[in-house]
C-alpha cells in the first residue's frame, strides 16, 4: 500500500488536532484496537499502525477511509484514544488536499448530489416525497405531535420505501397526529461529515435546522440511527435541541400505552441485529428487543456477538458508499451467525443494515432461508 506524506510534519499534527483527532497522542501502541477491529475479520487492517503513522504526518491513503466508525475500539482502548475522530480528521484533510484514491472517487458524486439536490443518490429534490403517495400523510405543520422524518434512503430507496410505508401504517393505526416535511427535508449530513467533508455537512446541518425552526418542529421520529445519531448529538453544536426519537423507541412507547394493539402471532424465529449508531454509539439496546418479545410467537434469539458486542454491517463512516468485494464484507459474517441460529428472520432497525444485509443475503446459496427486516415490518404485520 502507498505511504503518501500528507502534509509536512507539523502541519499534519497541527491539523489532526484542529480536527478532534489529538487524542492519538496518548496512543501507546498497545494494538488492542486491532484485536476488535472487523476489518481483521476479513483482512489484515492495523488502525494501531495508521496511528503510528498518523503522529509521523503520514497517512496510507487507502486505508484511512476502511474505518466504519462503527465504534468497537472505542470500547476497547485502555487510552480512550478516539480513533474515529482521528481518522475522519485525517479524511478532512484528504478532502481537502483532493487526494481521494480510485477506491473513494464515489464519494465526490454523492458530494454533487448532497449539494444539488440535499441527498447521496442524486436523486431529484422534487421526487422526494413520492413514497407518501397514496399513504394519506399529512404535510407537517406547527403543533403536530410528531415530525416524522424518513431520511434520504427511506424517500428513495425501493426497498426501504418499504420501512417508511410501514411506519407510516402503524403511526395511523395508533392515531399519531404527525407530518413529513417532504421537498423540504435534506440528508441529515452524518455519514459525509464521516468522510470528512465538513462544509457539507454544516449545510445541510443549517438547512434543516433553519426548516425545522421555521416549521415549529419539536420533537423529531427517525428511521435511521445515523439521523438519530447528528440530530441528537451534533446538531446541538448549533445551538439547538431538538427531542429525537427513534422508531424502535417509539413503536416500544406505543406498544407499552397501548395506542397500537397487538393483534396476531408471528410464528417465526427471529434474531436482532444492533446497529452501530443505534446500539454502541447511542445506547439503545432493550427496545428493540423488548418490543419484539411482545410479539406472541415470535421467538427472539440472540448471536453471540450482540448489544455492545454487535458485529458492524460494514456501511457506517461513508462505507455506504463505497465498494467492498465480497470477501470482505462484515455483512456476510453477520448474515452467517443468524442463520447458524436456525433464525428465519434477521430483525434490524437501520436503513444501512438492511441495504446491506438484502444485498449481501443474494451472495449466500440459500438466501430463501432468512428474510431482513426493520422492526417496523415485523409489527405492520401484526397489529
Ligand atoms: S487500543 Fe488505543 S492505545 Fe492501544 S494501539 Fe489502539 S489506539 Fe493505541
Ligand atoms: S471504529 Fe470500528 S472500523 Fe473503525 S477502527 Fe474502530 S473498530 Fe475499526
Excluded at 415549529?216 to 429525537?244: A, R
Aim: overall charge negative.
Amino acid at each position: 500500500m502507498e505511504t503518501v506524506p500528507l502534509a509536512p510534519f507539523q502541519e499534519i499534527v497541527e491539523e489532526v488536532r484542529a480536527n478532534g483527532g489529538d487524542a492519538f497522542k496518548y496512543c501507546y501502541q498497545c494494538g488492542l484496537c486491532d484485536t476488535v477491529c472487523p476489518w481483521n475479520r476479513v483482512t489484515a487492517l492495523s488502525m494501531r499502525k495508521l496511528i503510528r503513522e498518523a503522529s509521523f504526518g503520514l497517512s496510507e491513503t487507502d486505508e484511512i477511509w476502511r474505518c466504519t466508525s462503527c465504534g468497537k475500539c472505542l470500547q476497547r482502548c485502555p487510552r480512550e484514544v478516539q480513533l474515529v475522530d482521528v481518522m475522519v480528521s485525517l479524511r478532512r484533510m484528504a478532502t481537502e488536499y483532493g487526494l481521494f484514491p480510485p477506491s473513494v472517487r464515489p464519494v465526490r458524486g454523492v458530494t454533487v448530489g448532497l449539494s444539488e439536490q440535499g441527498n447521496p443518490l442524486g436523486e431529484e429534490r422534487e421526487t422526494r416525497a413520492d413514497w407518501a403517495e397514496g399513504l394519506s400523510v399529512k404535510t407537517f405543520k406547527e403543533g403536530m405531535e410528531i415530525l416524522y422524518f424518513p431520511g434520504c434512503y427511506l424517500c428513495y430507496d425501493p426497498r426501504l420505501q418499504k420501512v417508511a410505508a410501514a411506519t407510516v401504517n402503524l403511526l395511523h393505526k395508533a392515531g399519531v397526529d404527525f407530518g413529513i416535511l417532504g421537498v423540504q427535508e435534506n440528508c441529515c449530513g452524518e455519514s459525509i461529515r464521516k468522510t470528512g467533508n465538513e462544509p457539507i455537512f454544516k449545510r445541510l446541518a443549517r438547512e434543516n435546522i433553519k426548516t425545522f425552526v421555521e416549521n415549529g418542529v419539536k420533537k423529531i421520529l427517525v428511521s435511521s440511527p445515523h439521523c438519530y445519531h447528528t440530530f441528537k448529538n451534533e446538531y446541538p453544536e448549533f445551538m439547538v435541541n431538538f427531542e429525537v426519537v427513534h422508531t424502535s423507541e417509539y413503536m416500544f412507547q406505543l406498544v407499552d400505552e397501548g395506542r397500537l394493539k397487538i393483534t396476531k402471532e408471528y410464528g417465526k424465529k427471529v434474531t436482532y441485529h444492533d446497529p452501530c449508531y443505534l446500539g454502541r454509539h447511542n445506547g439503545i439496546f432493550d427496545e428493540p428487543r423488548e418490543v419484539l418479545n411482545k410479539v406472541p410467537g415470535l421467538k427472539l434469539q440472540e448471536m453471540a456477538e450482540s448489544r455492545e458486542d454487535s458485529l458492524c454491517c460494514g456501511m457506517g463512516g461513508g462505507r455506504i458508499w463505497l465498494e467492498t468485494p465480497k470477501e470482505e464484507r462484515f455483512s456476510i459474517l453477520r448474515l452467517k451467525q443468524a442463520t447458524d441460529l436456525g433464525a428465519e428472520v434477521l430483525a434490524t432497525a437501520c436503513p444501512y443494515c438492511i441495504s446491506q444485509f438484502e444485498d449481501s443475503r443474494l451472495t449466500l446459496t440459500n438466501s430463501e432461508v432468512i428474510q431482513i427486516k426493520d422492526i417496523t415490518e415485523i409489527l405492520q404485520e401484526v397489529v
